[in-house]
């Protein structure tokens, strides 16, 4: 079992940076692939990030590709997600989540969710 915990959302204006973390419960955090997701009002959640067990190996949809960077520690059970020059269509609740070994994209493939953060970027 995994319990996550995001943390880090706010309000900022467009052009801004936010750093979202994510602790996690896990006594073999390591064993876990991680992943960052968001959702918009009246929209699906989205895929947004992706990180390997070992931080060695990352994803991003195009949408932030540039923009965000996703990173861990191990030592701390912690991921986290860097958002620059953000804009106001990121506006959304992000989450993170966690599945067992190998990272995905979509968001039936995380069996473990925190219960998000809010990340409102005004124009």
């Known amino acids: 079992q995994v319990q996550l915990v995001e943390s880090g959302g706010g309000l900022v204006q467009a052009g801004g940076s936010l750093r979202l973390s994510c602790a996690a419960s896990?006594?073999?955090?390591?064993?876990?692939?991680m992943g960052w997701f968001r959702q918009a009002p009246g929209k699906e959640r989205e895929f947004v990030a992706a990180i390997n067990w070992s931080g060695t190996s990352t994803t991003y949809a195009d949408s932030v590709k540039g923009r965000f960077t996703i990173s861990r520690d191990n030592a701390k059970n912690t991921v986290y997600l860097q958002m620059n020059s953000l804009k106001p269509d990121d506006t959304a609740i992000y989450y993170c989540?966690?599945?067992?070994?190998?990272?995905?994209?979509?968001?039936?493939?995380?069996?473990?969710w925190g219960q998000g953060t809010q990340v409102t970027v005004s124009s």
């Open positions: 896990a006594r073999t955090f390591r064993d876990y692939a």
């Open positions: 989540a966690a599945r067992f070994l190998l990272p995905g994209t979509q968001a039936n493939e995380y069996p473990y």
